[in-house]
């Protein structure tokens, strides 16, 4: 008797690590064959000047639009996910040092990567969110490429992206962010220059740099990865709408909010908003509370 019931719960167990196999197997092949995707794209002409004004405001733009946050403050790289169960996602070194990017990297590369998050082989970039870029104006496009380009070279030679077991589960479900190229639209062509006022036609152009976290509806919702925290509604509806200009300004300023809460900026990155601008905050604001 005790045998057979041994027996039945070896099979039971048999068969279930079987189908947790089979369920791994169709989740990393179904990534692994959206990550070799090809896509045909020919990156839109884009003139870049190199004059002082024009790199003092990419210089800006760098940090307002994020770029530091995961290409380090040089934009010379660093490790910005290491997580024993889902993986280790670098954000290149932008420079031209060891580990950097190649001397012939041109500017269509540098559009390639940052509108439709396309590597110059063709294939998708990992994790860059270059869905929050896409819709940057030709102005800012070619200031942040001017201003990376004449940076010193770095040498910084960082390990290899790896994608574990729980970032592929995730991908295949939809739940991480690792492939850029399948959420643009690649036939979109950049607007010359937004015009900075506090209109909300500007402040929805820097809401892009929201939307990978808080939704394009701005309506928040799931965690982005796991270990981070749930992402607040930030409309008229969530908590922004029942404070006033200058209590939002200092909210993106300092990270503090009018309920008590301390933003941790490893999650919510004020730091990036802390450089913007009265007029680009108020912008913000005005965007918001017509949500
Ligand atoms: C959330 C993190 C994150 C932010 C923010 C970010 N990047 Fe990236 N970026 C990455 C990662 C990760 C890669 C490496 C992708 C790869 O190798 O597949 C990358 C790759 C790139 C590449 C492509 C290099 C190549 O190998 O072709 C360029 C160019 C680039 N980023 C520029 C920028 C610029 C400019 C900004 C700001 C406007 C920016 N990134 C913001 C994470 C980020
Ligand atoms: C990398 C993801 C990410 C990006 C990009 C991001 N946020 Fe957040 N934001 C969060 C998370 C996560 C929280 C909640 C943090 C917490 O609970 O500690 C948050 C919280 C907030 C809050 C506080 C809301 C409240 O109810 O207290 C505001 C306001 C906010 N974000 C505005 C913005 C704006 C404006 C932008 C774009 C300029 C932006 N965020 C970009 C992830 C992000």
Known sequence: MINRILKLI????????????????????????????HYQVIPQYLEVSYDSAQLAYGERLTLVKGCRDCHGDNLSGRIF????????????????????LPDDYST????????????R?????????SYEFTLLSEEDMAAIIAYARQLPPVDNQL?????????????????????PAERIDHSSTLVRKVKAEVTV????????????????????????????PPVPDITSAGNPGKWTESQFMEVLRTGKTPE????????????????????????????????
């Open 81 to 100: 996910l290491d997580d024993p169960a889902l993986g280790r996602i670098i954000g290149k070194n932008l420079t031209r040092g060891k580990g950097g």
């Open 201 to 228: 036609d500007f402040g929805k152009y820097l809401a892009n740099s929201c939307i990978g976290c808080h939704r394009p509806d701005m309506k928040g919702g799931d965690p982005i990865a796991p270990g981070f």
């Open 260 to 291: 008590g809460k301390t933003l941790d900026p490893a999650n919510m990155p004020w730091n990036m908003t802390a450089a913007y601008t009265d007029t680009e905050l108020k912008a913000l604001y005005t965007y918001i509370k017509s949500l």
């Open 121 to 129: 082989d063709g294939k998708s970039l990992l994790f860059m969110p």
């Open 108 to 119: 269509d590369d540098w559009v390639l990567a940052m509108k439709h998050g396309i590597r």
């Open 159 to 179: 390990p290899d992206h790896a994608l574990r077991p729980l970032g592929y589960v995730l991908t295949a479900l939809d739940q991480f962010p690792l492939i």
């Open 10 to 37: 070896g099979w039971i167990v048999t068969g279930v690590l079987l189908l947790i196999t089979a369920a791994f197997a169709f989740f990393y092949f179904q990534v692994e064959a959206r990550l070799a995707k």
